[in-house]
């Protein structure tokens, strides 16, 4: 059974930082290209950082500078780094773990709110 467990989300003012984590089992981690995605009410689902399985990592340009992903294949596990936090940033987070078409795969979310 595949689990993406997502964890680290919270509220911040403007300017501060969160740490996402999500803790993958049921997969081979370390084959898998992770990706972090967002989605606020009204918008559709947005990739927002991704690191490839050999550790290629690729930004959308309005978190590029704020935000860092990294993955430890050891622990199963990525991270999204968010500093500098800005208002729009507010959304829920989803963890995914995708190899070729088939295996493609979601965490339940977790709530980052920016709010002064």
């Known amino acids: 059974q595949v689990q993406l467990v997502e964890s680290g989300g919270g509220s911040v003012q403007p300017g501060g930082s969160l740490r996402l984590s999500c803790a993958a089992s049921g997969i081979l981690f370390s084959r898998y290209d992770m990706a972090w995605y967002r989605q606020s009410p009204g918008n559709q689902r947005e990739m927002v950082a991704s690191i490839s399985s050999g550790g290629k990592t690729n930004y959308v340009n309005s978190v590029k500078g704020r935000f860092t992903i990294s993955r430890d294949n050891a622990k199963n596990t990525i991270y999204l780094q968010m500093n500098s936090l800005r208002l729009e940033d507010t959304a829920v987070y989803y963890c995914?773990?995708?190899?070729?078409?088939?295996?493609?795969?979601w965490g339940q979310g977790t709530q980052v709110t920016v709010s002064s």
């Open positions: 995914n773990a995708k190899m070729g078409v088939v295996r493609n795969y």
